[in-house]
């Protein structure tokens, strides 16, 4: 009976150790990690969450990197923050009395907002496909918009990781410090293809057929045949271009009664489609019902979901590169546009090793951490430290203490 009652007590304690088992650990790891911190840090706002949950601890200021190294062991909190603006005046408890001076151009691209959320919801995708589709769509965001239609310079962004379900890119260039919050929101609104023309995608062909006018005799008149502007154009027409070749090529892996039923999902079954031609020559051939058929679904496969508000907010904290995700307890990483396209973050986001800890599953379906663990409902088990914190700071788990 003893025994039992010391167990049940140990389990209800548990919650509060596996905290201070977290806070440690990221101890630990703010001891010897190299933060890189921001351009002109001693000029932003700083905030921080604790292990304790409550208020965010904001209107911070720094004026060293030893003061920011030396409060990140001390405190070691569970998710670090600077602003994205900078101010005259950043420990200032007002934006008034901040003097607001300029911000960096700031987007956001997480999972829980992609409209494929829903399809994990009901099971019919994973998680870590969805993770693989926001990748995807950061990655044409930094390609195709910011480095391609925009002209930036790849040393004008900085690429990370959030440590959760997403990732940031920092825009720094000087041309965007000053931008008010309606022109980065409709910057914002333009990846997503709102407000799109489509009629103004394509281009004339210029096919044009001689007619006998009466009284004014022969007029050659322009059929208003539209073609598929090349792959190189800028903006959303160079975008639908390459998607709509994309898709092309997609459809020449498929055959026979697969590719009548791929045509029929994409509802081109009676297209006339024939897909041994030249793509161009595929879809200046269709109809103007399939053209468009085929530029809404470029539109809806090719647009890029930033979160609106964040990228609009010029007062907005966003996470510390290099800080740890007090959700995850995965790193905040920097990544290259060239390491984007092939980045796991269980890979190469995970901060921890391989030492074993006993942890206690307190979920109701299963779970993972990619490839490197899965925790079952109703179990105890020893799964390498990189897991546990994982799972733990997911609140998926907590730390098993001993009798």
């Not at 006998?212 to 959303?236: D, F, H, Q, S, Y």
Request: a positive charge; hydrophobic letters at 35%.
């Amino acid at each position: 009976m003893e025994q039992l009652c010391k167990m049940s007590l140990l389990k209800e304690i548990e919650p509060i150790k596996t905290k201070d088992f977290l806070q440690e650990k990221f101890r630990e790891y703010y001891k010897s990690a190299e933060i890189t911190l921001p351009p002109r840090f001693t000029t932003r706002e700083w905030g921080f969450l604790n292990w304790g949950g409550g208020v965010m601890n904001r209107h911070v200021k720094f004026s060293s990197m030893e003061e920011v190294n030396n409060y990140l062991k001390k405190i070691a909190p569970a998710h670090s923050y600077h602003s994205v603006a900078y101010y005259k005046e950043p420990g200032s408890k007002t934006m008034v009395e901040k003097k607001w001076q300029g911000a960096d151009l700031i987007f956001d691209l997480d999972a829980d907002h992609l409209p494929e959320m829903e399809e994990v919801k009901k099971g019919k995708i994973t998680f870590s496909k969805l993770m693989e589709y926001i990748r995807e769509q950061t990655f044409r965001l930094v390609h195709d918009i910011l480095l391609g239609d925009f002209g930036l310079d790849e040393k004008d962004l900085l690429i990370t990781f959030s440590g959760g379900r997403g990732y940031h890119v920092h825009v720094r260039t000087p041309s965007v410090l000053s931008l008010p919050s309606g022109a980065r929101r409709e910057l914002s609104d333009y990846m997503t293809g709102k407000g799109l023309n489509l009629e103004n995608i394509l281009i004339d062909a210029g096919y044009t057929k001689e007619f006998a006018i009466r009284g004014k005799g022969i007029e050659r008149k322009n059929l208003g045949v539209k073609k598929l502007p090349g792959t190189e154009a800028k903006g959303w027409s160079g975008i639908i271009s390459r998607k709509i070749n994309q898709i092309f090529d997609e459809l020449r892996l498929h055959k026979g009664k697969e590719l009548k039923g791929k045509l029929k999902e994409m509802r081109l079954e009676n297209s006339n489609i024939n897909i041994n031609n030249k793509n161009e020559d595929i879809f200046n051939s269709l109809s103007k019902r399939y053209q468009k058929i085929l530029v809404r679904m470029a539109v809806k496969e090719a647009a890029i979901f930033p979160d609106e508000p964040v990228t609009g907010d010029v007062h907005r904290l966003i996470r510390l590169p290099g800080s740890l995700h007090g959700g995850s307890g995965l790193r905040v990483t920097t990544i290259t546009s060239k390491e984007l396209e092939k980045f796991d973050p269980m890979l190469s986001a995970v901060a921890f090793g391989e030492k074993a800890v006993k942890i206690r599953s307190i979920v109701e379906h299963p779970v993972s951490m990619g490839n490197i663990a899965k925790l079952m409902p109703n179990t105890v088990v020893e799964v390498p430290e990189k897991a546990a914190i994982y799972f733990m700071a997911r609140k998926w788990a907590n730390l098993v203490l001993e009798t």
